[in-house]
T-cell receptor
Framework: AQSVTQLDSQVPVFEEAPVELRCNYS??????LFWYVQYPNQGLQLLLK??????LVKGINGFEAEFNKSQTSFHLRKPSVHISDTAEYFC????????????FGTGTRLQVTL | DAGVIQSPRHEVTEMGQEVTLRCKPI?????LFWYRQTMMRGLELLIY????????DSGMPEDRFSAKMPNASFSTLKIQPSEPRDSAVYFC????????????FGPGTRLTVT
């Protein structure tokens, strides 16, 4: 089975500052990795995903993430955040191949202030 | 496309009553997922379907929960009888390719059982 750990439940940051949201996963097989964002009272929206190839993945809204297989990590970064980035961010993992579950982390609340 | 459609958006019911949540996936998507989100347990996959057939229902909490997908454009999640601990936000998501395909989430149904 796969598992995801998001160590930081909340990350406060000032506007225009850089941010990193941490995600570590555990799996005995190859996996796909995802970051989703949830704005208040909305469903989840995909930010980016790693399936294969380049370990640096760029997503929407200026976010990027780097897959590090040796450290089993998939940290999310943004060089300069905006107030509108305030939301809950979820890291998720699923094993490659057919018909597999998407396992979510517990989420990190990013709070951007002026 | 209108995206994944869920109804109702909010449901308040009394303990013991039957609750039915509805989902219309994105046209052409052949996978449909039901999730539950609570503060205590985070996001949990309840069940998912492929081509209208339930593939994995191991996340369904107990026999009070049932899900159906009578056709490619409609699914229901039923709770009978409902209990206060069922209070949560229930999300439906769909995707067209399980091999790393993005899951598109609906806006969710906020269920309150009193």
């Amino acid at each position: 089975a796969q598992s995801v750990t998001q160590l930081d439940s909340q990350v406060p940051v000032f506007e225009e500052a850089p941010v990193e949201l941490r995600c570590n996963y555990s799996s005995s097989v190859s996996v796909y990795l995802f970051w989703y964002v949830q704005y208040p009272n909305q469903g989840l929206q995909l930010l980016l995903k790693y399936l294969s190839g380049s370990t640096l993945v760029k997503g929407i809204n200026g976010f990027e993430a780097e897959f590090n297989k040796s450290q089993t990590s998939f940290h999310l970064r943004k060089p300069s955040v905006h107030i509108s980035d305030t939301a809950e961010y979820f890291c998720a993992v699923r094993k490659t191949g057919t018909a597999s579950k998407l396992t979510f982390g517990t989420g990190t609340r990013l709070q951007v202030t002026l | 496309d209108a995206g994944v459609i869920q109804s109702p958006r909010h449901e308040v019911t009394e303990m013991g009553q039957e609750v039915t949540l509805r989902c219309k996936p994105i046209s052409g998507h052949d996978y449909l997922f039901w999730y539950r989100q609570t503060m205590m347990r985070g996001l949990e996959l309840l069940i998912y379907f492929n081509n209208n057939v339930p593939i994995d229902d191991s996340g369904m909490p107990e026999d009070r929960f049932s899900a159906k997908m009578p056709n490619a454009s409609f699914s229901t999640l039923k709770i009978q009888p409902s209990e206060p601990r069922d209070s949560a936000v229930y999300f439906c998501a769909s995707s067209f390719d399980d091999r790393g395909g993005e899951q598109y989430f609906g806006p969710g149904t906020r269920l309150t059982v009193t």
